[in-house]
């Protein structure tokens, strides 16, 4: 069945290094990805998606880049602040008003 | 910031009682979701919704219902609560048009069953 999974149940980080944060989906049918980041207490918030149809796609201080041969997608975070502590969930998105499925989250944490 | 509301942020209840979880959003987005989550572990969607008057289950089964009267509007009720229903409930909505599928959250209600 359809499943999306993160490599890496949690991340630590020294303060200013950059992260990279891994997440591996089943379906190739997938056409939306979307990585969401979510605080202690709150709502994931959402970070930066990316179709199907790119391989890369960048933010500020961040980049997600789709592997659709490997079906992996990974989040970048450039050097990264103790703001940017959290869990991040990726999600993928089969077809034009699917559901999205999400993965297990990466518990990122950032050290001063 | 989205413009999504959840209300309580936190609700402890005795088993057996009977709660409505409310999800208001101010975006005027026709789909909007239910996920429930336990600590640091995967979404996993209850409840959905199309516009007013669609209401879907979701991946995971649960014994709440929904309803959408009101497009901004998403209220999720619980007629007898169980300790088995002990978890964070995610509110979520969303455009329903070309290119913009992202899902807005709201902050969750966080539910304790005794």
């Known amino acids: 069945g359809e499943s999306v999974g993160l490599h890496l149940p949690t991340l630590s980080v020294q303060e200013g290094d950059n992260s990279i944060i891994n997440c591996a989906y089943s379906?190739?049918?997938?056409?939306?990805f979307i990585w969401y980041k979510q605080e202690s207490g709150k709502g994931p918030q959402f970070i930066i998606d990316?179709?199907?149809?790119?391989d890369k796609r960048q933010g500020q201080r961040v980049t997600v880049l789709l592997n659709k041969t490997v079906k992996h997608l990974s989040l970048q975070i450039a050097a990264t602040q103790p703001g940017d502590s959290a869990v991040y969930f990726c999600?993928?998105?089969?077809?034009?008003?699917?559901?999205?499925?999400f993965g297990q989250g990466t518990e990122l944490s950032v050290k001063p | 910031e989205a413009d999504i509301y959840q209300t309580p942020r936190y609700l402890v209840i005795g088993t057996g009682k009977k709660i409505t979880l409310e999800c208001s959003q101010t975006?005027?987005?026709?789909?909007m979701y239910w996920y429930q989550q336990d600590p640091g572990m995967e979404l996993h969607l209850i409840h959905y919704s199309y516009g007013v008057n669609s209401t879907e289950k979701g991946d995971l089964s649960s014994e709440s219902t929904v309803s959408r009267i009101r497009t901004e509007h998403f209220p999720l009720t619980l007629e007898s609560a169980r300790p088995s229903h002990t978890s964070q409930y995610l509110c979520?909505?969303?455009?329903?048009?070309?290119?913009?599928?992202?899902?807005?959250f709201g902050p969750g209600t966080r539910l304790l069953v005794l």
């Open positions: 990316i179709r199907s149809n790119m």
């Open positions: 379906n190739s049918a997938s056409d939306y």
């Open positions: 999600a993928e998105k089969a077809n034009q008003g699917g559901k999205l499925i």
């Open positions: 975006m005027g987005h026709d789909k």
């Open positions: 979520a909505s969303s455009e329903w048009r070309q290119g913009d599928e992202t899902q807005y």
